[in-house]
């Protein structure tokens, strides 16, 4: 009996995409256009071959019906063999030494430019978003889109929430958290309110959330 071989280029996007933080499979089948069933083959495979481990998705707050969902992570073989990982790797170990040097500040201001470029682009692409905050969020999950957070807003009772995909520093703000809390100030800034991160990929939740209150702040005149 013939088997069949597997479709690396698909395999290698999993890897790709998981690398970034761990998924739920319907989450994986919808960025690559896969059906349920087909990425469904690639994660079965992936497990047997221990590229991948599963868990159930942390709960926050009273559990709804129905089983908890499966994320897929990434296990330290599959990593070793992506070439992200070996940069990954730098980046730590950089911010190891800052750290070393100059202590917890010095790696938060490291942070703080590293996000300022992305926080400029953002904002020229917002300029005609208005002021209401969610309105902002909106626009803001576009342009995080076009940096390859795969973002989206969305209106909940409380106000509004912005959800990134895909972190491209997960693996590295894991130890240094500097790097989210950046991040976060970036958000805040940009959408003119005060926000609030409830979920982080870099702690192994399967997307970043923020939460955006309805009500913008008040800003303080320089008059």
Known sequence: MLHEAPDLRTRD??????SQGAATASELGTH????????????????????????E????????RGRPAKIYVLTDAARDGFGKHTYDDLAAT?????????GANAVAAFAAAQVAELEERCEAAMRDAGDDPLARAEALASAL????????????????Q???????????????PQLCEAETQVISRLVG????????IAHGDGVCTTHIPGLPIVRKSND
């Open 57 to 64: 998705r942390r709960q926050r707050g009273p559990r709804g």
């Open 193 to 200: 309110t005060h926000v609030q991160r409830l979920a982080t």
């Open 162 to 176: 912005l959800c990134q995909h895909h972190c491209p520093v997960a693996h590295v703000a894991a130890e240094f």
């Open 94 to 102: 950089a911010l190891r030494w800052i750290a070393g040097q100059g």
């Open 13 to 18: 996007r999993v890897i790709a995409l998981l």
């Open 145 to 160: 889109t076009a940096e390859g957070y795969a973002a989206s807003a969305s209106t909940i009772a409380s106000g509004g």
């Open 32 to 55: 690559l256009g896969l059906s349920p069933a087909a990425i469904r083959r690639h994660l079965d495979a992936m497990l047997a071959e221990g590229m991948v481990t599963e868990r």
